[in-house]
C-alpha cells in the first residue's frame, strides 16, 4: 500500500494526510489505523477537543518513529491546562528522542518546536530561570528562533535584569525597534534603566512607516526568493522576513524549493502535479502567517501609541 509509509513516516503532504483523516479505522490494518487516529486527533484539538485529543494519542505517545513523535506533540498540547506536568513530561521526552527517530529538517523543527512550547510553559507559570534556559535551547536555524529570542529577552526582564534583554533585542535583525513587538519590549526595559528620552525614541522608531506591516506586500514569490537566498542573516527585518522565517513555511518552501529542482533534471507529469499541489499549499500558508503577523504588529503599534506619553522621567 503506497499510502502506508507516508503515513506512518513523515506524513508531510497535507493531501495525504487529509485523506487519512477519512478513513475508517475499523477496516484499516493497525498501523495505518494508528495514523488515522494521529490525524483525528489534529483535527479535535484544531476544534478545541481536548478531551478526545488525549484519548486518541494516550496508546500511541511510546511509539518510536515519526508517528509516536506527533502523538506526543499533540497529547502535551491538550494537556497544557489540564495537567501540566502530564504536558511537561510530553514535550521534555519529544526533545530527548533520538535524532535517528526524527531526522531531517523537519525532524529539528518538532524537537525544536518542542523546546519553545516547554520554555514558553515555564515561563507562564513563573519558572523564569527554567524559561530562560528552555528558550536558549532552540535552534537559530529553526522557524523556532526569532520567537525563542523574545521569549528570552522577556524572561531576562522577568529577572530583573533589563539590559540583558536589550542586549539580546540589539542582535536580532532590525535591533531594538526593528518591528513593533519587540519595540514595546525594548522601550519598557529602556524606561526601567531610567532613560525615558531613549525609551521615546524607540517607541518612534517602531512606529515608522506601519505601511512596512500591510500583510498586501507579502507575496509567495517574494518569500521563496528570501528562502533560496539560504540562511543569510537579513539586515533589515521586514514582514516578507519574518513570514519566511515561519516553520511551516521553511518547510513547505524547502520542499518546493527542491521540487522545482528536481523537475529541472526530469520531465515527469507527477512532478509536475505534485509541485502544483505544493505551490497551492505554500501560497495559502504564505498568506495566513502575513495575515496573523500584520495582526500581530497592528495590536502592538495600537500599545505602543498608549505607552508613549507614559513614557515619562520617573520609573514604571
Known sequence: MAILPLATGLADDRGVRDAL???????APPSLADAVSVERALEALGAGRMDE??????????RPGWLG???QTLAALASLDVDPDRARAHLTELTRRPLDT???????????????????????????????RGFLQVEEASGHWPAARFGLAWSQLKLGRPERTLAILALMPGGVA??????LLAAVATHRLGDAGVARDIVDAALDRPDR???GRVSAAAV????????????????????????????????LLETRADRARSDLPELADYEAALTRRFEAVVAAEADLEAARAAAAI???????????????
Open 21 to 27: 483523516a477519512d478513513v475508517d479505522p475499523t477496516f
Open 53 to 62: 485529543v488525549r484519548r486518541a494519542t494516550a496508546p500511541l505517545t511510546a
Open 69 to 71: 513523535a506527533r502523538a
Open 102 to 132: 526524527m531526522p531531517g529538517p523537519v525532524g529539528r523543527e518538532l524537537r525544536n518546536f518542542a523546546r519553545l512550547t516547554l520554555a514558553s510553559h515555564h515561563y507562564d507559570a513563573g519558572r523564569y530561570g527554567e524559561a530562560l
Open 178 to 183: 526593528g518591528e513593533p513587538e519587540r519595540g
Open 213 to 215: 506591516w500591510d500583510p
Open 224 to 255: 521563496l526568493e528570501r528562502l533560496a537566498a539560504g540562511a543569510t542573516r537579513p539586515s533589515a527585518w521586514t514582514l516578507v522576513e519574518i513570514v519566511a522565517g515561519r516553520s511551516q513555511v521553511l518547510t513547505l518552501g524547502r520542499e
Open 302 to 316: 495600537e500599545q505602543l501609541r498608549v505607552l508613549r506619553p507614559q513614557l515619562t522621567d520617573r520609573r514604571p
